[in-house]
Every structure is written in structure tokens, then in C-alpha cells.
């Protein structure tokens, strides 16, 4: 059974800083991408990064691009999104997600995405 537990969200005032962790169980192939993906009120639920377990390839969002990064750390399951340079519009419930399809698919959209946590809430005050 696969479970993926986020952590990190909160209230910061644009500009700040966050980190998201997510915990991975479950997972018993390296061959699964993971994801970073967001939902603000009555919008789309959006890819924002990916990392690919086995080599650790990554995608962005442009509009996170220099300010966002992704990491990983397979021998502890966990993955991270450090967040910087934060602005309201990135106000949103995280979520954290696997994929086990191709690199295209994972890093093209939410649609390849299987497995999701929770969600945990960032909100941007400007």
C-alpha cells in the first residue's frame, strides 16, 4: 500500500521561504517520479516539479523556475520542494504524488499521477 505523507506548509509574507517534505511508503520501485503539484481555489490542479527517483532528472513549472527546487533522498523515501523567493500567487494546497509512467507523461501534467498525499496548505500573504 502506497502512502505519501506532506509536511511543511504554512503562512509566510511574499518573498519567504518554505520546505515541503513528503514521505514515501509503499513505493518498492526506484522507477517511480515524483511530484509536486498545486491547487489554488478555482484553478486547475497544476504540476509545479518532478523528480525522477532513478537519476534524479527534474522538472519545473516556468513559473517557479530559479525559485523553486526539487530533491530527493531514496534511501529515506523522502522528497523535498524548497520553496524561496515566495509570492501570492503561489498560494495553494500542495500535494505530493507518484507517478509510474514514462518521463514524458510524469513531467507533462497531473494526469500520470496515481498516488497523492494529503495536501498541505501555502499561503502567500503579499
Known amino acids: 500500500q502506497v502512502q505519501l505523507v506532506e509536511s511543511g506548509g504554512g503562512s509566510v509574507q511574499a518573498g519567504g521561504s518554505l520546505r515541503l517534505s513528503c514521505a514515501a511508503s509503499?513505493?518498492?520501485?526506484?522507477?517511480?517520479?515524483m511530484g509536486w503539484l498545486r491547487q489554488a481555489p478555482g484553478k486547475e490542479r497544476e504540476l509545479v516539479a518532478a523528480?525522477?527517483?532513478?537519476?534524479?532528472?527534474?522538472y519545473y513549472a516556468d513559473s517557479v523556475k530559479g525559485r523553486f527546487t526539487i530533491s530527493r533522498d531514496n534511501a529515506k523515501n523522502t522528497v523535498w520542494l524548497q520553496m524561496n523567493s515566495l509570492k501570492p500567487e503561489d498560494t495553494a494546497e500542495h500535494y505530493c504524488?507518484?507517478?509510474?509512467?514514462?518521463?514524458?507523461?510524469?513531467?507533462?501534467?497531473?494526469?500520470?499521477?496515481?498516488?497523492w498525499g494529503q495536501g498541505t496548505q501555502v499561503t502567500v500573504s503579499s
Open positions: 504524488a507518484a507517478c509510474g509512467s514514462t518521463w514524458s507523461i510524469c513531467a507533462g501534467g497531473r494526469y500520470g499521477y496515481a498516488y
Open positions: 509503499g513505493l518498492t520501485s526506484s522507477s517511480y517520479t
Open positions: 523528480i525522477r527517483r532513478s537519476d534524479g532528472r527534474t
